[in-house]
């Protein structure tokens, strides 16, 4: 016999010994659906077959491999695994890489007369390392009640480094600042202010290399800048104080101010305030307050500004004037006797947040301190500027995601599991007593088999931001 012919043999033999074997213990595909082998308690192959794909439990029937001879193959299970639980947005996690000095816009300086310009400028923060996942931002503004005040205060140097640590592209943003002592000025400085911050997110947001997500952008800011942060998050056209509306070059400067085209995700609101209630009504923005119950410069409750001890700015306790305001006070207008219009405190802006629905979280301090960051010398107080630091990044990494994945069975297709989420950038299923008939972005089609011990449908994955969830429904 030659060489040829033995390997013929030998190839004739091992078809026919694997095909006298018998099928392996498993789940299995045939046409109409699908076929479990299995051995029963003697030691005897068994098969039963599911039918019936259109409906949520499979019609079982026993059939007999050796007769009907059926073209098994087998049933390979969807990758599945669970995306681990991240701290990403809570610990730091990143180097940090700064820029110093970034021209955002260039403006008229308040109170120049002769129309002087002035460059607005920022200082940038971003992660390094962190993929091309996309980034929110986070926009700080400094304290100086809209007098003075810059963006390198070491305080908010800190605060932008650690939320970049975190994964946050943040910016230190400088804004135009000065004013008369009267509400017409003050008025003007504020919105000033808020145009610039609106311009600054804008110029931020047209830097593809950064990374931003045009959905996920905080705003946070201590004293003046927390005025400008909440007034970033709330303030709409309409809310204009007549007196400033009046003027029709300022109102053009408003106007372009408002001209958004983002919104803010959520805001830490350092001992400052905002100068209507109304404005509360426009959105449901989250806020992280944070001020002493007796801050002698900006009420707690609702007040003057610097008036909260009897004072205000620059004249020092005047028992004369305070005794002639009170007598004038019948004849003159109160927009005319204070140099700021009267403000809403973290008490307020609590309160009517939490009435209204939106998540709001108050941290109320003892003391006469207006300043939380600083010390009785002056210096920053570390036990209480990271505590502050710490449960805004954890209040800000729950709103990371608008609404959180929740997985449900369609009522009108029960074989229709679905999650209701259009942040959810990837998405793995499992199906334990069944299997997986078809996905898609957001939903499952199974068929489960009434035989087995336990029926669940799982899903794991990841939003865009880059947190992750895992949830199960168990019939």
């Known amino acids: ?31 109409g659906g699908f076929v479990r082998v299995y051995l029963d308690s003697l030691g005897n192959t068994k098969a039963l077959m599911y039918r019936d794909t259109s409906a949520l439990w499979a019609d079982t029937v026993s059939i007999d491999l050796k007769e009907q001879k059926p073209v098994l193959k087998l049933y390979e299970a969807p990758e599945f695994h669970r995306f681990p639980a991240n701290e990403l947005y809570r610990n730091p996690m990143y180097r940090v890489r700064e820029t110093k000095d970034v021209i955002y816009g260039r403006v008229v300086r308040n109170l120049a007369e002769d129309g002087e310009r002035m460059d607005l400028t920022m200082d940038l923060y971003v992660p390094e390392d962190g993929g091309q996942v996309a980034r929110p931002l986070l926009v700080a503004f400094h304290e100086g009640a809209f007098l003075d005040g810059d963006k390198r205060d070491t305080a908010l140097v800190e605060w932008c480094r650690y939320f970049a640590s975190l994964g946050y592209v943040a910016a230190s943003v400088d804004y135009r600042q000065g004013y008369r002592r009267n509400v017409r000025s003050t008025d003007d400085a504020i919105f000033k202010a808020l145009k610039d911050a609106n311009a600054a ?46 003027e029709e070059d300022t109102t053009i400067v408003i106007r372009q101010a408002l001209l958004r085209g983002f919104d803010i995700r959520a ?44 004072r205000e ?68 107080d570390y036990p209480t500027y990271d505590e502050i630091k710490e449960q805004t990044a954890s209040f800000f990494a729950s ?77």
């Open 1 to 31: 016999m030659t060489f040829r012919r033995l390997l013929l043999l030998a190839a004739v033999l091992g078809l026919a010994l694997s095909c006298s074997k018998s099928v392996e213990p498993g789940l299995y595909t045939v046409q």
């Open 201 to 246: 997110v804008r110029f931020l947001l047209k830097r593809d290399s950064l990374l931003i997500h045009s959905e996920r952008i905080f705003a946070a800011g201590a004293d003046a800048g927390a005025v400008t942060a909440l007034n970033l998050a709330y303030m709409r056209e309409e809310n204009m104080p007549e007196i400033i509306q009046e």
């Open 267 to 310: 805001a830490a609101n350092l001992w400052g305030a905002i100068p209507d209630t109304a404005i509360l009504h426009n959105a449901k923005i989250p806020v992280i307050s944070f001020q002493s119950r007796e801050d002698p410069v900006v009420p707690y409750g609702a007040g003057h500004p610097y008036e909260q001890d009897g």
């Open 313 to 380: 700015p620059e004249d020092g306790f005047d028992v004369l004037r305070s005794i002639f305001e009170s007598i004038v006070s019948i004849f003159i207008p109160e927009v005319e006797r204070h140099p700021f219009r009267e403000v809403y405190g973290a008490g307020v802006i609590h309160r009517i947040l939490k009435a209204y629905g939106v998540p709001s979280e108050l941290h109320t301090y003892n003391g006469e301190r207006h300043n939380l960051f600083l010390g009785e010398d002056g210096r920053i």
């Open 399 to 475: 709103r990371m995601v608008v609404a959180p994945v929740s997985l449900h069975q369609d009522p009108e297709d029960p074989q229709l599991f679905v999650i209701d989420n259009t942040e959810v950038e990837t998405c793995l299923w499992d199906i334990q007593g069944g299997v997986l008939l078809g996905k898609g972005d957001d939903a499952a089609r199974v068929l489960f088999f009434p035989d087995a011990p336990v029926h669940s449908v799982s899903v794991s994955g990841m939003y865009i931001s880059g947190l992750t969830f895992f949830e199960t429904v168990a019939l």
